[in-house]
């Protein structure tokens, strides 16, 4: 599988705590080994993020990644619940 990372992606990231960019990492290594584990809370998106889907980093930090090719994946967006999906 290739990870590629949106630049809007890359700019949430950074702005994390250290302590939430591990947990990121921690997560992704997790669905890259087992992407149906119930603690990451994979599922589709609708909406304005159809074929987006979400996955669960911590309490209520959110990645939101889609498919560009079948081995191909891109993380798009990292954020809270609102201010992913607003209020």
Known sequence: MEIQYHRNF????KRL???LQQQFLERQAL????????????H???GKF???WSMNVSG???AIYYYERER???????????QLYGA
């Not at 890359?10 to 990231?13: A, E, F, G, N, P």
Request: glycine share 6%; charged share 30%; net charge positive.
């Open 10 to 13: 890359v700019k949430q990231y």
């Open 17 to 19: 705590d250290v302590k």
């Open 31 to 42: 669905w890259l080994k087992k992407p149906d584990d119930p603690r990451l809370r994979v």
């Open 44 to 46: 589709p998106l609708k």
């Open 50 to 52: 159809v074929g987006h």
């Open 60 to 62: 209520d930090l959110r």
């Open 72 to 82: 191909l994946v891109i993380f798009a967006l990292i954020g809270t619940h609102s």
